[in-house]
């Protein structure tokens, strides 16, 4: 039965490329490779890392591309230009999300910040956002959870190297802090560290690693429908089960919350909303604003500090300037706090030339055009979905001289255009998160070197590697060396 299922829908696939493939709108599109195979066009190209593959192709194919993912048409750029028209020029045609199947439920039905078309109640959310989560005014309420979480790790790290280098890992120390980080904005609670093994813990820290494998991933069903209809690989079926599970803990979360007025954590002040707009700020809206804080505000920034600390390990050069820098501006009789970092260029370049080489969403964030238009004198039509290789601008050679290599002096007295630096996104869908991010990775960056002498295990060098995962994680965990100074 399945089988005739699974021709019928077939049939009805090829039957729709077809019509599609003679229309006027899909005539002009961007160059595509002639390796597309029946039914599932380009699919089969896609191995991990992604954005290697792309930017191979686009070697090739030139700066702008497409290729057909089953059903849907996809157009990848991978030049400051192009991105350039992408979000200037086409900025509102561009500003929706494709509805993958992941939107509809961490998404909560696309009612989400990340996964909502662009419409007025996205618009809402981020007005909402940019006033109550990530403008400085409430991010400095937070000030003191980050600097407490940013003391435990130095503390702990510092227990076993007072006398002598201890060996850290240092990825899975990393996302604790991050988590616990996000938490306590959010809910005023830690999850992660020695002391939290009450349930709740527990069954978060149960709860994060399932979300770390199906956040950001799209199911096959995404690009042939056929296969959800069929329910291949229970995919859809798992992830409802799993959502289900998070969802009840953050209705649990909340319920906690409700009438709490005089605490300050996003969810209180969320809840406040609620009382005054009931219709408009529902639990949904809240536990999606949860979700993202949780999916789209912790990974991101904790391989970005791993990632810079391994390239500071391969750079000894560099990291003793950065150590330099903060000695003179913050000295070594207090820990360096978040007012210090705009007196520590230095360490801004660093972090700027790390998310330039590493940057967490290499591809950004998938985009979908709510309407025809043309990119680079191609016709891109309604529909399509829109990849941004930032990963492949930051390394061309025609745009940065000796791309490949770790020189944070390059950023030394310019201004990079944003077409050609874009570890946040450009235009509307950006990051409203970056300002809260480069606090994070600035003050863990800047106290760890100010705190601890580091160096590798070996002689080798530290394997620069990307691995498979969401925000570009190390294909190796970090281990270094570290021995608590002073
Ligand atoms: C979107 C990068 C941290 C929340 C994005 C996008 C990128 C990005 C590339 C997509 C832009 C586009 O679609 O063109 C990063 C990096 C981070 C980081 C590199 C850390 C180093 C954060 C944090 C938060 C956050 C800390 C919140 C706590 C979001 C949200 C969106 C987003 C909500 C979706 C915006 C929308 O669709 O309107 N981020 N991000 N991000 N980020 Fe971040």
């Known amino acids: 039965m399945e089988t005739i299922w699974l021709y019928t829908a077939l ?69 400051p230009s192009l991105v350039e028209e992408c979000f200037t020029k086409n900025d509102i045609v561009l500003a929706n999300r494709p509805r993958l199947l992941i939107g509809k439920y961490l998404g909560y039905n696309y009612t989400n910040m990340v996964n909502s ?13 940019s006033v109550e989560i990530f403008s400085a005014g409430r991010l400095n309420t937070f000030l003191s959870d980050r600097k407490d979480e940013i003391k435990r790790l130095v503390l702990k790290l510092a227990d076993n190297s007072r006398h002598d280098f201890a060996k850290v890992e240092m990825k899975s120390r990393l996302a604790e802090l ?23 813990a527990k069954r978060f820290r149960g709860l994060i690693k399932e979300i770390a494998k199906s956040s950001g991933v799209s199911s096959p069903g995404d690009f042939l429908p056929v296969l ?51 219709e408009y700020y529902t639990d949904q809206i809240i536990k999606g604003i949860i979700m993202i804080m949780l999916t789209a505000g912790t990974d991101t920034s904790s391989v970005t500090i791993e990632w810079a600390l391994s390239l500071l390990l391969n750079h000894p050069e560099v990291l003793e300037k950065a150590k330099v820098e903060i000695e003179a501006q913050v000295g070594s009789d207090r820990l360096i706090d978040e007012h210090d970092l705009s007196n520590l260029p230095y360490l801004h370049n ?23 238009c043309k990119i680079g004198g191609y016709n891109i039509p309604r529909g399509t979905m829109l990849l941004v290789n930032a990963w492949a601008i ?55 070197i100010q705190s601890f002498d580091w160096k590798r295990i070996s002689e080798e060098k530290i394997d620069l590697a990307e691995g498979k995962g969401v925000a570009m994680p190390k294909v190796k965990p970090l281990e270094a060396m570290c021995k608590a100074r002073n």
Not at 56 to 76: D, E, H, W
Not at 183 to 199: H, L, Q, S, T
Not at 360 to 370: D, F, K
Request: hydrophobic share 40%; glycine share 8%; aromatic share 10%.
């Open 11 to 79: 049939s009805l696939v090829i039957i729709i490329l077809s019509l599609k493939f003679f229309s006027t709108r899909h005539r002009n599109l961007p160059p595509s490779p002639t390796l597309a195979l029946p039914v599932i066009g380009h699919l089969h190209l896609l191995k991990p890392p992604v954005h290697r593959i792309f930017c191979n192709l686009s070697q090739k194919y030139g700066p702008i591309f497409s290729l057909q993912f089953g059903t849907r048409l996809v157009v990848v750029v991978s030049s």
């Open 394 to 448: 930051h390394r061309d050679p025609n745009v940065w001289n000796d791309p490949t290599s770790f020189k944070p002096e390059r950023f030394e007295g310019i201004e990079v255009e944003p077409s050609k630096l874009m570890p946040f996104g450009m235009g509307r869908r950006s990051c409203p998160g970056s300002g809260l991010a480069q606090r994070v990775v600035g003050l863990t960056l800047g106290s760890l």
């Open 228 to 278: 959800r209809w069929i329910g291949y690989q229970n995919f859809e079926k798992n992830l409802a089960k799993f959502f289900g599970k998070m969802d009840a803990f953050l209705e649990g979360l909340i319920d906690e919350h409700r009438g709490n007025k005089n605490d300050n954590t996003m969810i209180d002040h969320l809840l406040s909303f609620q009382e005054s707009q009931p």
């Open 117 to 129: 078309p662009y419409s007025d109640h996205w618009r809402n959310l981020r007005r909402l956002g």
């Open 178 to 200: 991050s988590f616990n980080i996000i938490m306590r904005m959010v809910a005023g609670k830690r999850y992660f560290g020695e002391d939290e093994d009450y349930d709740e």
């Open 350 to 372: 660093i972090i700027l030339e790390t998310l330039r080489l590493f940057p967490a969403a290499p591809m950004l964030v998938p985009h979908e055009s709510s309407a025809d």
